[in-house]
């Protein structure tokens, strides 16, 4: 019997939880820290530079990404957006913690603050 070796593709796929959509989450990953790296072609008037010199995107006083149109709850440069921004999984691991975090903020009536700083 031939028994194919489990792969790092295999193994994240099992930690995604695929019931966890986009479409319905307050957009959580976009409050954390997103750092803009030499090959992303970000506008600067979208980023800040932090005290440490890295160049990242900047945030409302709530913490959210100022990418993120709040209208419709997406982000407003969805094809340029940051390489990191790109290998946030849906659903992964980290997904789900910041989601269970953000929950967790709101049912205990906590205010949003900057995050990561
Ligand atoms: S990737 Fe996860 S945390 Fe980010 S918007 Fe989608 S469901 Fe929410
Ligand atoms: S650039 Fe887009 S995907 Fe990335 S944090 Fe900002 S709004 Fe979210």
């Known amino acids: 019997m031939n028994i194919a070796p ?5 193994a994240f796929a099992e930690s995604v939880d695929p019931s966890v959509s986009c479409s319905s ?3 959580v990953c976009c409050r954390l820290t997103v750092v803009v790296m030499p090959e992303d072609r970000i506008p600067r008037h979208l980023t800040t530079d932090t005290a440490q010199g890295l ?3 900047a945030r409302d006083e709530e913490g959210w990404c ?3 149109d709040h209208a419709r709850m997406c982000c407003s440069i969805y094809e ?3 390489a990191i921004c790109r290998k946030f999984a ?3 691991p980290y997904c789900r913690d910041e989601r269970a975090t953000y929950r967790e903020q709101m049912l205990r ?3 949003l603050v900057l995050r990561d700083e």
């Open 55 to 57: 160049e990242v995107m």
């Open 80 to 82: 340029q957006r940051p």
């Open 90 to 92: 849906m659903g992964s």
């Open 6 to 10: 489990v792969t790092a593709d295999d």
């Open 25 to 27: 989450c307050d957009a």
């Open 66 to 68: 100022v990418a993120v």
């Open 109 to 111: 009536g906590i205010p």
